[in-house]
């Protein structure tokens, strides 16, 4: 297609993704230790199933799915485990987590994938997803078991694979497409036949020429022609939200308070896609992922495979970041990442990236609002984050609610374009805390 995709709104930060989107992906080696919490996705956490002393291999099943909404653990090492506790997350809350200490014999459970996928029907293909422990790896974390299963009369036609990458500085995605591109694109005809939709396409921003032309040389394939249709877009953030994506390639609109699948779609990840691929073609379950180092103050910027559970202390020391010249540590990208106070959390399933950062953006002075209209112009989801930021400030939550707040995405455009340097953002999540507390106690009541 020579048509590029896009859609209304958003911004255009500077891409600084070329200090590792020519970097190929290096497997980082396994660390002494690992903390791998039982906490890594949306919904109710996994239950431990081993004990402190307990031996483990890597794929060795550590906590199980505690109910539907959830996802098992698996150890990305093999040797003993030191404890089950809580241990520091990437979130700011500690969470229940097993600690392992690496024995360095890479010992891992016999990987069966049972029989080919095409002859394979949904249920067991899910089934396989759901036991590998696969979640969304784009920052979102929910189930994907969950994901693939929409509920009855729920008919999902449209499947978008995300390889946008729209964050500034990440390029791990984009390396994974590239440098696996047959099994993503296997990946997402497996994801395709689970729902039976009737097309799917490979969404790629076109600053991945490399990527894009990886793709196209692979759709005439046999195995691949006709079943997948690549959907350039324009570059753009946040191209890569499940909501702008599908009404950039679709021009479907999601409602309000709606899921994607409410206007037939589902968008798996890219990293996702090929996590399907490992557990259901390859019989792996997700212990590991890539993800990108970089920053202003990386000495040596790179592409990792990482053990789930690696302390990003040592991916920052691997990089070389300047510490005196780092003023803060983001795990994710520089627009909806999460500043990381403490060096010895873990990487998780979600975990995108690890952003050495120079520059504090937060605490600026704030302006009185010139109503100049730029925040409404640049939201996706076509709010108006300026009266939002107002009635919030005034405490009037059931204006905002009819406002549309909790539609927010919290993906930044409006903060980045504010000339008053408005920190728009943390009045959207203070008023959909409020929302979300005054909701809660009312239901206990």
């Known amino acids: ?16 993704k070329s200090q590792t989107e020519h970097l190929s992906i290096e497997v980082f080696p396994a660390p002494q230790k690992v903390i791998i919490p039982l906490q890594q996705h949306i919904g109710a956490p996994a239950k431990a199933v081993v004990n402190k002393g307990d ?14 909404v959830s996802a098992p653990v698996h150890s990305s090492v093999s040797g003993t485990v030191l404890s089950v506790g809580l241990f520091p997350h990437p979130t700011g809350k500690p969470v229940m987590a097993v600690e392992i200490e690496n024995d360095g014999l890479d010992e ?8 080919p996928w095409a002859e394979a029907d949904s249920k067991e293909l899910i089934s396989r997803i759901q036991a590998a422990g696969i979640v969304g790896m784009g920052g979102a974390s929910f189930p994907t078991h969950v994901k693939l ?23 791990a995605d984009h390396r994974s497409i590239l440098e696996r591109t047959d099994a993503f694109l296997t990946g997402a005809l ?17 600053n991945k020429q490399d990527a894009i032309k990886s793709v196209r040389s692979r759709l005439s394939d046999a195995q691949f022609k006709g079943e997948l249709k690549i959907a350039v877009l324009q570059t753009k953030y946040p191209q890569g939200g499940e909501k702008q994506l599908i009404n950039a390639v679709t021009g479907r609109m999601v409602p309000s308070g709606g899921l994607p699948m409410d206007s037939g779609c589902v968008v798996p990840n890219a990293g996702t896609t090929l996590a399907v691929y ?15 180092v970089t920053g202003p103050t990386a000495a040596k910027p790179r592409n990792f495979l990482v053990r789930i559970g690696t302390p990003i202390r040592l991916l920052i020391e691997a990089c070389e970041v300047d510490m005196k010249a780092t003023r803060k540590i983001i795990m994710g990208g520089p627009m909806m990442g999460i500043t990381q106070s403490d060096l010895d959390v873990p990487v998780i399933k979600s975990t995108s990236g690890i952003l050495a950062y120079d520059k504090v953006v937060s605490g600026e002075r704030e302006y009185p609002c010139i109503n100049c209209g730029h925040c ?17 400030n005034k405490e009037k939550y059931d204006e905002a609610l009819e406002w549309n707040i909790t ?8 903060a980045f374009v504010c000339p008053s340097k408005i920190n728009l953002v943390h009045y959207m999540k203070l008023g959909k805390f409020h929302i979300q507390a005054r909701r809660a106690a009312a239901a206990k009541k």
Do not use: W
């Open 1 to 16: 297609m020579s048509k590029r995709f896009t859609f209304k709104g958003g911004v255009h930060p500077p891409h600084k």
């Open 55 to 68: 031996h483990v291999v890597i794929g060795q099943l550590l906590g199980e799915a505690g109910g539907f």
């Open 108 to 115: 891992r459970m016999p990987f069966e994938p049972g029989k």
């Open 149 to 171: 299963s929409p509920p009855e009369g729920k008919k999902i036609d449209t499947v978008i694979v995300n390889g946008v990458e729209c964050e500034p500085y990440l390029t």
């Open 190 to 206: 497996i994801i395709k036949k689970i729902l039976n939709a009737g097309r799917c396409f490979i969404a790629i921003e076109d």
């Open 278 to 292: 490992d557990a259901v073609v390859e019989g792996i379950p997700l212990y590991q992922r890539v993800l990108t």
């Open 376 to 392: 409404v112009h640049a939201c996706p989801i076509h709010l108006v984050p300026s009266r939002l930021a107002k009635l919030v």
């Open 407 to 414: 539609d927010c995405m919290e993906c930044g455009s409006c």
